[in-house]
């Protein structure tokens, strides 16, 4: 079973739609939760990091993490095409010699259809 | 604009052929990592560096793979020989290390296809 699950997709929705996407884990060392988004051919960005159980706001963003349940869920609120993109869960870990360690999910692919 | 670059953006070889990949972190990052991507394993971490000195390589095949930093602005990854499996997306990320809300920032990747 690998550390950090999440449902690959694809995810279609229609423009202007609710989006939740999810992520659950396994290891409570996991201190930290960050979401990157993935456009096609391109690095991972970061879009919003959290780090205590609870609710995140940022824009039309908001991260859900929940350590109870070891579960974080993204949602995304007026789903525009441009959001359409792989978006990996990452889990950190604090490493005194690098820093933060980061266990990625295997991400979930949204399209965001006008 | 500081960013991560990686070069060759796309590189396709034959099998057995030695492969070099090159990253320049971010001026002034001190860890360095090397990821590779592919669909069936997602992201997976390969090696990572703080200070240019390297501090774990234990998820690369340690028979064909080797990371450095010659110095402070280059990172290398290099595989030889190169295998089909080998195939896929490697990423380069440098990131500072002082703080729990410092992320890595990702370069575009180097796209490899062992034929």
């Known amino acids: 079973q690998k550390e950090v699950e999440q449902d690959p997709g694809p995810l279609s929705v229609p423009e202007g739609a609710i989006v939740s996407l999810n992520c659950t884990y396994s290891n409570s060392a996991f201190q930290y939760f960050m979401w990157y988004r993935q456009y096609s051919r391109k690095g991972p960005e970061l879009l919003m990091y959290t780090y205590s159980s609870g609710n995140k706001e940022d824009g039309r963003f908001t991260a859900q993490v929940d350590k109870s349940s070891k579960y974080i869920s993204l949602f995304i609120r007026d789903s525009q095409p441009s959001d359409s993109a792989t978006y990996l869960c990452?889990?950190?870990?604090?490493?005194?010699?690098?820093?933060?360690?980061?266990?990625f999910g295997g991400g979930t692919r949204l399209m965001v259809k006008p | 604009d500081a960013r991560v670059t990686q070069t060759p953006r796309h590189k396709v070889t034959e099998m057995g052929q030695e492969v070099t990949m090159r990253c320049q972190p971010i001026l002034g990052h001190n860890t360095v990592f090397w990821y590779r991507q592919t669909m069936m394993q997602g992201l997976e971490l390969l090696a990572y560096f703080r200070n240019r000195a390297p501090l774990d390589d234990s998820g690369m095949p340690k028979d064909r793979f080797s990371a450095e930093m010659p110095d402070a602005t280059l990172a290398t990854l290099k595989i030889q020989p190169s295998e089909p499996r080998d195939s896929a997306v490697y990423f380069c990320a440098s990131g500072p290390s002082g703080r729990f809300t410092d992320t890595q920032y990702f370069g575009p990747g180097t796209r490899l296809t062992v034929l």
């Open positions: 990452a889990m950190i870990e604090w490493n005194d010699n690098a820093g933060n360690m980061l266990t």
